[in-house]
């Protein structure tokens, strides 16, 4: 079983994130990258399906050399391979981009199974996932929490939760599935998994080894343009409510909740 | 990434260090950092829940805990492949005691453990002891224990009363004895154990818990660290199988202040850590709570508080990655043969036997300045135990007492440099009697200095080396071999040398990133070192004139302190302004900052 999972690096969710003076992205100075966390659950899913059928994981991810740093950590964690698609005239490019690249660097490899986030914690748009199926022409089978490879492993049943009930989604291989909080528990890389990962191959791939036209590429080929970035609005300050019995103070609360702030 | 020069130890008071020479965590490859993180993620998911539980001292818990480094290769760095471990650098080493500092008790687990415990047999054992033994530590089957300390020999380490004699059959030693303060006893499998043979020859053995006449006393009752257990051990006709004699027979100093080198260097490596923990605790507290109407964390005093703090761990962070960077170079001369043999790699551990008791004495002193802040800056709710600032507090005691207290490191720092220098392995002498010609014709004023950021600090590290050993020199002179009954006079020489080696550190590690990221990206850095060296400047002053005016009397005297006074002489900066910017960033980021 060979299988594929997508990477993206992302801001580790305790940055703490800035608007640059363009206010339309963000500062990048201090902001310490990690592997988005649903890629992770997928590469763990992945590492888990070669362990009981075999088979070889490969990583791609996509974006500056910096993410090396999440495609060594997902080798260390136990992939065989990973693929580096940098390209200076990747910078700026939206989802279907990304996709079109993706799909560029998987259409030739062998693969039963293709693993991405459902979405990155960055953007948060979620649409990666199902463009590189549609560029593929495969299945596509969103928001994983279960995946149940067949035994002649020919196709696949896919759990994902719908309102507190479980949709149950069969498919043939290959399938392109995304990754949903609750598929695993990632495993850490362990020391001897680090070391070994310095070994395995890391391929970097611009944009002409991948055979694409690059004017498809970038900021000026989006299609979604970022219009504004605003920070959260300050939070306001709480209240205190006044009384002097615990009756007193339960009618003061519930008299606010109900004028004020209109839940009751 | 040009080759660092190889320095010997203590050669850096006598040698102009560059930044090239230097490691720095700036430095690390993406296994450093992929290890820290690993190291990292698994104090934070495993130990982090259970880190009230572990205070009850359940060795369920703790050697499962243990078992689960051990999965991860977080026991094995310094223990070679061939015997199950991972045979790393010793930055990589750094790397996960720094990341295990704020393990609480498990920080003493595990530094027991992989460092004291298992060493011995690495460096020292025998291949069959090699082989039965490090497999099992590495992967945390089997915890270690080390048992130097006697009731009656503590700092006076070799002066134990343990006993071993030749069983009649030659096929064991027959040990009798107390150990005492015994970390890691009540769960250990494995004790590396100090006795003398007929009461005479110092030696190395490996016992095993259930070997006859091998027992443990009770619990001791700590300040702190509550969750690792110490106890006594007792050893009463005590059968050990002669191939479990480490080394050689008479040997075992050797091995147990090679075993306390390293001991030292680790035990900085997690204070670092334990040091970072502190700041981040007390910056989110100092953000969250409000007095006077505005958070704390907006009045100067605490600012000064975090900015002194993340100072001193950036110095103290400095000098460890430093001193493994060195071991690292040092390590790497050896040829194949050496390399296999621990022996060898012990003795190139030796070799900064200065370095690792400046990290230990500084390490556990920075901590401690840290864990003190902590507490004040909670106020309070820092005193009370549902904080973890108290638990900190009481945790941190114990590092200034074991490893060799600070006050024995802080003899042996001037006691082995001087040693060296009679054996003409550091030119010390030398550049202590240039020091009066020199001076002579010093002139502070006409000092040119580049008009680059830190040149000033750079200027009065090499002045602070003067002062060191002119005061070291004159010191040598006046006492000649009764200098080691001068306590007072060398405690002073120590102090300044730790104090240059940890100015030094920072101030080469700052070049070294304004080299690389311009000066813009290095300015909280540059600040650090600016002020660090502000402070630190008039108290070796100080420190030295307090020695002369012991060591001399009368005009050479006068003329000394004058001598002290020019080399030391310096304009104070603004270190208000300096200290509120770091503090900026290390609210800014709610954390250690560098
Ligand atoms: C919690 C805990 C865990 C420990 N774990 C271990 C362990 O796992 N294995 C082990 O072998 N030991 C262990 N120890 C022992 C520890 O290393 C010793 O406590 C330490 O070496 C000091 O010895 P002592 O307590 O006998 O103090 P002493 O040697 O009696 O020292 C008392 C004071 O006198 C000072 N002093 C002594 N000699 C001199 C001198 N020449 N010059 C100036 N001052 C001097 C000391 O600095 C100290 O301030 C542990 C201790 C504790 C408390
Ligand atoms: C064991 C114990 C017994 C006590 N007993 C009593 C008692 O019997 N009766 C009683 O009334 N109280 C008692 N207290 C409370 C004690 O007096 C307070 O803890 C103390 O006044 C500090 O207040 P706080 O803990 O709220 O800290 P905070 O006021 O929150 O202070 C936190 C930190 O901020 C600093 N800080 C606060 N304001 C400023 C400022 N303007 N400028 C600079 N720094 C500032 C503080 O110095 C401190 O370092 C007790 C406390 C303890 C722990």
């Not at chain 1, 799909?103 to 039963?112: E, G, N, S």
């Not at chain 2, 002498?429 to 010609?437: E, G, K, V």
């Amino acid at each position: 079983m060979n299988i594929i999972v997508c990477l993206k690096q992302v801001p580790d969710t305790e940055t703490q994130i800035k608007i640059a003076p363009d206010g339309k992205s963000i500062v990048e100075d201090d902001i310490k990258w990690i592997m988005n966390p649903y890629d992770e659950f997928g590469v763990e899913e992945a590492l888990r399906i070669k362990e009981k059928f075999g088979g070889e994981v490969t990583v791609v991810g996509l974006g500056p050399k910096r993410v090396t740093e999440a495609i060594r950590t997902a080798l260390a964690m136990g992939a065989d391979k990973g693929i580096l698609i940098t390209d200076d005239a990747l910078e700026g490019s939206d989802s279907l981009a990304t996709a079109k690249a993706l799909t560029a660097a998987i259409k030739d490899l062998d693969y039963d199974i293709i693993f991405t986030g459902q979405r990155g914690i960055d953007d948060d748009l979620g649409l990666v996932g199902a463009s590189v199926a549609e560029f593929l022409g495969i299945p596509h089978i969103a928001l994983g929490i279960k995946v149940e490879i067949a035994d002649d492993q020919s196709s696949v049943k896919v759990h994902r939760p719908v309102e507190g009930q479980t949709l149950v989604i069969e498919s043939p291989l290959p399938v392109l599935i995304t990754a949903q909080k609750g598929l695993n528990e990632p495993r850490y890389a362990s020391l001897p998994g680090i070391m070994k990962a310095k070994k395995k191959p890391l391929e970097e791939k611009s944009l002409a080894d991948l055979g694409v036209d690059a004017s498809e590429f970038g900021e000026a080929a989006r299609k979604l343009k970022i219009i504004e970035l605003t920070p959260p609005p300050e939070r306001k300050a709480g209240k205190i409510i006044e009384g002097e019995t615990p009756q007193e103070k339960a009618a003061e609360l519930a008299k606010l909740l109900h004028e004020e702030a209109k839940v009751l | 990434m040009g080759e660092r020069k190889i320095f010997s130890g203590g050669e850096f008071l006598i040698s102009d260090v560059t930044p090239a020479d230097i490691f720095t965590p700036e430095d690390f490859t993406d296994e450093h950092k992929m290890i820290y993180q690993t190291a990292k993620d698994f104090v934070e998911k495993e130990i982090m829940p259970n880190i009230d539980k572990l205070e009850e001292k359940d060795p369920d818990l703790v050697l499962r805990l243990l078992a689960k480094a051990g999965e991860l290769g977080l026991l094995g760095t310094d223990v070679p492949e061939e015997y199950g471990g991972l045979g790393l650098d010793k930055v990589s080493t750094t790397v996960v005691g720094e990341a295990m500092g704020v393990a609480g008790s498990f920080t003493v687990v595990y530094g027991a453990h992989t460092g004291i415990g298992t060493l011995p047999i690495v460096f020292f054992g025998s291949e069959d002891q090699k082989k039965r033994y490090l497999p099992k530590l590495a992967s945390g089957e089997w915890c270690a224990a080390y048992c130097l300390t006697e009731p009656g020999a503590g700092t006076d380490a070799l002066n134990a009363k343990t006993k071993a004699v030749l069983s009649e059959d030659g096929k064991y030693y027959i040990l009798n004895g107390e150990k005492m303060f015994i970390t890691n006893a009540g769960w250990a499998t494995v004790f590396t154990l100090y006795a003398k043979v007929d009461g005479e020859h110092f030696t190395g053995f490996i016992v095993e818990k259930d070997f006859p006449g091998f027992s443990t006393g009770a619990e001791i009752d700590k300040m702190g660290v509550h969750g690792s257990s110490t106890r006594p051990v007792i050893l009463e006709d005590a059968k050990v199988p002669v191939e479990n004699l480490m080394f050689e027979i008479g040997k075992g100093h050797k091995i147990a202040f090679n075993i306390l080198n390293i001991g030292r260097w680790k035990l900085g490596a997690m204070t670092t850590g334990g040091c970072k923990g502190c700041i981040e605790g007390a910056v989110k507290y100092a953000k969250g709570r409000i007095q006077f109407k505005v958070p704390i964390s907006s009045f100067g005093m605490i600012k000064t508080k975090l900015a002194d703090m993340a100072i001193r761990t950036y110095m103290s962070e400095s000098m460890m990655y430093r001193l493994a960077g060195m071991f690292d170079d040092k390590l790497g001369t050896l040829d194949a043969e050496a390399k296999k043999s621990g022996a060898e790699n012990a003795k190139a551990i030796e070799e900064y036997a200065p370095e690792c008791s400046i990290t230990k004495v500084y390490g556990s002193e920075c901590l401690e300045y840290c864990v003190d802040e902590y507490v004040q800056i909670l106020g309070g709710y820092g005193y009370c135990a549902e904080y973890p600032a108290e638990r900190y507090y009481r945790d941190s005691r114990i590092n200034r007492i074991w490893e060799g207290t600070n006050e024995i490191n802080r003899m042996l720092i001037p006691g082995t440099l001087m040693r060296r220098a009679l054996q003409g392995r550091l030119n010390l002498l030398q550049a202590a009697q240039a020091i009066p010609q020199e001076l002579m014709s010093y002139s502070p004023l006409a000092v040119q200095l580049p008009d680059e950021p830190l040149a000033l600090q750079e200027h009065m590290v090499k002045m602070s080396k003067k002062i060191a050993l002119m005061v070291a020199g004159l010191a040598a002179q006046k006492f000649g071999a009764d200098l080691v009954k001068e306590q007072e006079v060398l405690a002073k020489v120590a102090d300044m040398i730790i104090e240059i080696f940890a100015m030094e550190s920072g101030l080469l590690r700052t070049k070294k990133i304004i080299e690389s990221r311009g000066e813009d990206k290095a300015k909280f850095q540059i600040a650090a070192v600016e002020t660090y060296v502000d402070q630190t400047i008039p108290t070796i002053e100080m420190w030295a004139k307090q020695a002369l005016a012991y060591v001399e009397q009368g005009d050479t005297l006068r003329t000394q302190l004058a001598g002290v006074k020019k080399l030391a002489r310096y304009t104070p900066i603004d270190t208000v302004s300096r200290l509120r910017a770091i503090a900026d960033r290390v609210i800014e980021l709610e954390s250690y900052p560098f």
